[in-house]
């Protein structure tokens, strides 16, 4: 077909009289064999890797199998004697070159449905920046290093709070970054919209993904506390880490009940608003600076509006 392409553009040159233009010929496929040449390391290594399974269908196209599946075609890249530039060198190519090339098989997954306006993606940052396909710390995601790692290498911030007191267990290795956030891009996130929550994963019904593994805290309740359903657990909780027990965003605990807690508006299911702290309950006495000592149910009740049951 290429070469009839050619001919049909010299004979048009012929038919107008116009001096014969130079047709480059289009390179082509080779195989793996011509790889294995210079890059025997990677080639030898290749059967761990999950994109081996492309050369396993012998009905596969060239162009979405093995080395050339990805690189494109590699005749010139061979005849110049390894000059990148004859390639797709993914070290060479810019970030949206690098995504459309990737998301050319990896489209199918609805976890990467808002890849192109996530977070990542409008900063710059390719898949290679985090996975490494030749020489990867992990065979499962094909990540460059340990998941925390590759996160940390730009949220230092997010590595600080870690370090804190009390903390998920994210540097135990007993979860992982992805367990809340989804690194491809998620859905705008329904709740604590003034904090702008980045790529947040959810769960059930637009959840939360702290319900996922504290479904105690789920509900439905016939009671519940509004801060849940308005702010989500960010209202009181501060996710990564804090010197305060329970990850709370305050030491004492009567602080930071008082922020809503100041008898404002008349709003939420029940229509009462926020109530007001009573009378009785004299916070420069010490019994009254715990709220949870009695509000037992803070995160919502099925048997009564103040939730001390």
Same mark, same amino acid.
């Given at each position: 077909m290429q070469r009839q392409g050619r001919n049909r553009v010299l004979l048009f040159c012929l038919v107008a009289g116009l001096p014969a233009l130079r047709v480059e010929a289009a390179p082509q496929f080779v195989?793996?064999? /011509?790889?294995?040449?210079?890059?025997?390391?990677?080639?030898? !290594?290749? &059967?761990?890797?999950?994109?081996? *399974?492309?050369?396993?269908?012998? $009905?596969?196209?060239? =162009?979405?199998?093995?080395?050339e599946g990805c690189h494109g075609p590699a005749s010139d890249h061979v005849a110049a004697k390894g000059d990148k530039s004859k390639?797709? /060198?993914?070290? #060479?190519?810019?970030?949206? #070159?690098?995504? !459309?090339n990737c998301l050319r098989c990896h489209s199918e997954s609805l976890g990467r449905a808002n890849i192109r306006r996530s977070q990542h993606t409008l900063a710059g940052i390719a898949c290679n920046k985090c996975h490494s396909i030749h020489k990867a710390k992990t065979q499962k995601a094909l990540? $460059? *290093? =340990?998941?925390?790692?590759?996160? &940390?290498?730009?949220?230092?911030?997010? %590595?600080a709070q870690f370090m804190l007191p009390v903390k998920h267990r994210v540097n135990e290795g007993f979860m992982t970054c992805s367990d809340c956030h989804n690194p491809h891009g998620a859905p705008a996130y329904v709740r604590g919209m003034g904090?702008?929550? %980045?790529?947040? #994963?959810?769960?059930?019904n637009d959840e939360e993904p702290c319900l996922k593994?504290?479904?105690? *805290?789920?509900?439905?309740?016939?009671?519940?506390? /509004?801060?849940i359903r308005v702010d989500g657990c960010g209202a009181c909780h501060l996710p990564h880490g804090t010197a305060n027990a329970r990850l709370l965003k305050r030491p004492v605990v009567f602080t930071l009940c008082l922020e809503c807690h100041n008898g404002a508006g008349e709003f939420g299911r029940q229509a009462d608003g926020v109530a007001l702290t009573p009378s009785t309950h004299n916070l420069a006495d010490p019994r009254f600076r715990n709220c949870t000592t009695c509000h037992l149910r803070i995160h919502g009740s099925n048997a009564i509006r103040s939730l001390t049951r």
């Open positions: 195989g793996p064999t /011509a790889c294995r040449t210079c890059h025997p390391a990677i080639v030898a !290594d290749f &059967y761990r890797n999950p994109h081996h *399974k492309t050369t396993l269908d012998a $009905a596969a196209p060239p =162009e979405r199998s093995g080395c390639i797709q /060198a993914f070290s #060479q190519m810019a970030p949206r #070159q690098v995504l !459309d990540l $460059a *290093k =340990e998941q925390r790692d590759v996160c &940390y290498g730009c949220h230092e911030d997010i %590595r904090a702008r929550p %980045r790529m947040m #994963q959810t769960a059930l593994c504290h479904i105690d *805290k789920r509900g439905p309740f016939a009671f519940e506390h /509004a801060a």
